[in-house]
């Protein structure tokens, strides 16, 4: 009987680890106090295991007991490579409707287990048990001790868990139970070498090969949804605790300490409390009518309410999280003096701001996309022919390159489209002196403030404004395509010339490490298509590289068309295989993955130069 309880126990908990009603344990503790939320996980695996102990039960009557026991082996190994599987990124499964903290929680968990591992382990626990209550009773133990660890661990383990370690426990236990269950259940007539040899050898294969994959998602840095969920709201407890403790300017400005009746005291004392699980313990104060007069670190609030903002934008409704929306409106009232209400969506929320501080509302946006992954800062206002990068940085906008100068007045309208203005372009980066990348740098010079980057070797170039007619062609097709431009009139490849003035940050040695600093990334030489040819590199991900490599005709192997030195082109695709980083944006196609790299060198050794007759 206490057996059969601790066995539902120890196998359920474990089943649980990491699992989507983890996430859900974590997610409900933002905005319920602990205890209903532990109530409700315990009242929800109740009804769904009850269901299941029922089946489980019927079952045993109606089927041979030794069938059960079979069935039941093979259902714990197969859950045992189940537990191996790579957890996907799925949105909290929480209810539409919501029925107060205990019901919404007990809703949530009664349909988040329907056809779990849990419940089919409850149903494979009451199959082949003597006391099917006593399988329910740990059953549902287990699911509300899961569910509490879960909570700790969001708020105070974050990234520290050990995901793997606990899959592979796991999967050992569950592996141990069902090989003993068909071992002896299993008719000796079938306990023969040549039955049991291949099946271990199957089982051997298939659990090495989710453990291999397991251990290859790790080391990508793939992080499954529970852990990520965990180190995001661990991460914004700490952060926010921090900046609580920066944003009051101390006695010495403000003279008094007015303890929780400050708005800043009162929101320091409801972080420490969610943080020490004591959150109930702390009622509602009403503000001080007037903040006004009480300095408050205006840089430290705008980071804070940002933080925010991007939780509520990355946690499933967001609308419902308390603790969230009571720093939101501390926030507010600090940068605004008064809250804004109420919070629907991020895009919706910046609109409201702008009614109110436009110069405020560009600042929060600002911020928050700068805590985007790089790809999802970077906007193509170009086309794939001739791609224009914009890349939003801490200092404005870094601008890759610019297109012909017929395309300047496209350029403005696309900045329109993504609602950027011109004068929100801190850099230009030029990856080389040629019509297709210098086009309309002149007008963009005129009407910004811009500094522009770019080679030294570069100058005389721009001031020729012609691109160089040095190399030739790196295949037949691409020398055709040359003639055919040329019959068509665009052979000579001319632009505005552009006189460099105070305004460039000419690279060299002595500079480089101040203009990388600027850029919050590594200037890279890629010579070869020109001599003045560079890349940049941004987060180690991201390599814009002008015209080292081309995604699409007349280019073959992402082989650019046009080489001024073959030799320095193919180092420089060496020393791009050998950088660190997952994807090239060309300044002409599609981005390319590092291994497309690498795995079209072999085709560069065999390029040879096709010359232009003059």
Not at 570 to 576: H, L, Y
Request: glycine share 8%; charged share 25%.
């Amino acid at each position: 009987m206490i057996g059969e309880i601790i066995k539902a126990f120890i196998l359920i908990f474990i089943a649980e680890m990491g699992d989507k009603t983890q996430i859900l344990a974590m997610a409900f503790a933002t905005r319920f106090p602990v205890k209903k939320v532990l109530l409700g996980i315990g009242i929800g695996a109740f009804l769904n295991h009850g269901l299941a102990v029922l089946l489980g039960s019927y079952l045993s009557s109606v089927v041979p007991i030794s069938t059960i026991q079979m069935i039941a082996g093979a259902a714990f190994v197969g859950f045992a490579i189940w537990t191996l599987k790579i957890e996907e990124d799925e949105d909290d499964e929480e209810p539409k409707f919501q029925f107060g903290p205990v019901g919404t929680v007990s809703l949530a968990f009664f349909l988040g287990e329907l056809g779990d591992k849990t419940q089919l382990t409850a149903i494979t626990l009451a199959a082949d048990a003597k006391y099917p209550f006593f399988i329910l009773v740990g059953t549902v133990a287990g699911m509300i001790a899961t569910g509490a660890l879960g909570i700790i661990v969001g708020k105070k383990m974050g990234d520290k868990v050990p995901e793997i370690g606990i899959k592979l426990f796991a999967a050992t236990i569950f592996m141990f139970f069902g090989i003993q269950k068909l071992f002896s259940t299993v008719p000796e007539a079938y306990l023969q070498v040549k039955y049991v040899l291949p099946v271990l050898v199957i089982l051997l294969g298939l659990t090495g090969f989710m453990v291999v994959k397991l251990f290859r998602h790790r080391k990508a840095g793939i992080q499954s949804a529970y852990r990520a969920k965990a180190q995001l709201l661990h991460n914004y407890y700490e952060h926010i605790r921090e900046d609580l403790d920066s944003i009051c300017m101390g006695t010495e400005y403000c003279k008094t300490c007015s303890g929780e009746a400050c708005i800043i005291g009162h929101a320091k004392k409801r972080i420490n409390a969610i943080i020490e699980d004591k959150e109930a313990m702390i009622p509602d104060v009403e503000e001080i009518s007037v903040i006004n007069s009480k300095p408050f670190s205006q840089a430290k609030a705008m980071d804070s309410l940002v933080d925010t903002l991007w939780l509520l934008e990355n946690i499933e409704n967001h609308s419902e999280i308390q603790m969230a929306h009571m720093m939101r409106k501390k926030m507010e009232i600090i940068l605004l003096g008064k809250e804004v209400d109420p919070y629907e969506c991020y895009d919706a929320y910046i609109e409201k701001i702008m009614t109110v501080n436009k110069d405020l509302a560009k600042e929060v946006r600002r911020q928050f996309n700068l805590r985007k992954p790089i790809e999802q800062r970077i906007i193509n206002v170009g086309n794939r022919i001739s791609n224009i990068y914009l890349v939003e940085s801490k200092e404005g906008y870094i601008l890759v390159d610019t297109g012909y100068e017929a395309y300047f007045e496209t350029f403005k309208s696309e900045l329109q489209k993504n609602n950027i203005g011109l004068d929100e372009i801190a850099y230009i980066f030029v990856t080389h002196a040629h019509d297709d990348h210098v086009g309309f740098l002149n007008q963009l010079m005129a009407e910004t403030t811009a500094q522009i980057i770019t080679h030294h070797k570069a100058v005389p170039q721009l001031a020729k404004g012609q691109n160089s007619f040095k190399g030739g062609c790196s295949t037949r097709l691409a020398w055709l395509f040359c003639q055919v431009m040329k019959l068509a009139g665009k052979g000579e490849h001319k632009f505005q010339p552009v006189e460099v003035s105070d305004r460039f940050l000419i690279i060299k040695e002595q500079n480089r490490a101040k203009i990388e600093e600027l850029l919050s990334g590594k200037i890279i030489d890629l010579p070869g298509h020109t001599q003045d040819s560079i890349g940049l590199l941004l987060n180690d991900e991201i390599l814009f590289c002008g015209d080292a490599v081309m995604n699409g005709l007349p280019s073959r192997h992402h082989i650019i068309i046009w080489i001024e030195d073959i030799l320095e082109y193919k180092n420089s695709w060496k020393k791009m295989m050998a950088l660190d980083y997952r994807k090239v944006y060309p300044a002409h196609g599609k981005p390319i993955s590092k291994d497309r790299i690498i795995s079209n060198f072999k085709s560069l050794k065999k390029i040879k130069s096709y010359r232009l007759s003059s």
